[in-house]
């Protein structure tokens, strides 16, 4: 666990990495969904630092903060929606914090996240961050309002469900137009019949447009190994 700070707000990470190896590794920044910095980010740290990667499970929230239920989380996540620019702040605090750790490569370095983490590691690439990548597990696209016009440095891979209520047709392609337009490497994995977060497990709510697939949970996975290996 690694405490860190933006500014007056004391955050918490978990930092994972094979200690075996010697020289600085390629890392990957991870974002939470809107209920904070869980278990299912940090298993994905392990799961990458066994692969021969740093991993930091960032914290958008605080130390400590994790909602436990829909109002809660959108209370949590409501905040950074409604002032992207503090959104972008406290993920590129994060960036920064990785970027420091002697294990780290820091030429070589990944964002990936997951529902609302989608959505904030998309707005470090289009604040211009020097990225080799970003990934979005079923993310939320909407734009920003102060980042049109920004050259995205970062390779782009998107991996959403068909049937996600969370972003309608019109936001696909909006961010389509958007990538394009801003000179980016970019890829769009669209999965049939799958709705939004089909990743987590613990997600078995139909009628708000939550359920896990399993089968596009290993897809999807290996999409990102194939990602990471390319960038990297």
């Known amino acids: 666990m690694i405490d860190y700070q933006d500014n007056d707000t004391n955050l918490e990470g978990y930092f994972a990495y094979d200690d075996s190896i010697q ?12 209920a904070g910095r869980d278990e299912f980010v940090c298993e994905k740290a392990r799961r990458l630092a066994g692969m021969g990667y740093v991993a930091f499970a960032l914290d958008m929230y605080g ?54 983490g989608g959505l904030c590691v998309l707005d470090l690439a289009r604040s211009g961050a020097e990225l080799s990548g970003v990934i979005s597990f079923h993310g939320l696209f909407s734009a920003p309002a102060n980042t049109e016009g920004n050259r995205i440095l970062a390779k782009v891979l ?21 990538l394009t337009h801003a000179h980016c490497d970019w890829q769009l994995h669209v999965y049939g019949n799958t709705m939004h977060a089909f990743t ?16 596009v949970d290993a897809r999807s ?4 190994v194939n990602f990471l290996e390319e960038i990297f």
């Open 200 to 215: 987590n497990p613990s997600a078995n709510d139909p009628e708000f447009g939550t359920v896990y697939n399993s089968t």
């Open 23 to 34: 020289e600085p590794m390629p890392a990957v920044l991870i974002c939470h969904a809107w």
């Open 221 to 224: 996975w290996v999409s990102m």
């Open 63 to 116: 130390k400590g903060i994790l909602g436990s239920g829909i109002d809660e989380n959108s209370a949590l996540m409501q905040p950074f929606m409604e002032d992207r620019e503090l959104l972008q702040g406290r993920i590129s605090c994060a960036l920064d914090r990785l970027r420091q750790f002697t294990e780290v490569d820091s030429t070589k370095v990944a964002a990936m996240g997951f529902c609302f």
């Open 158 to 178: 998107l991996l959403h469900g068909q049937d996600d209520p969370m972003v309608s047709e019109e936001e696909v392609k909006a961010i389509k137009n958007e």
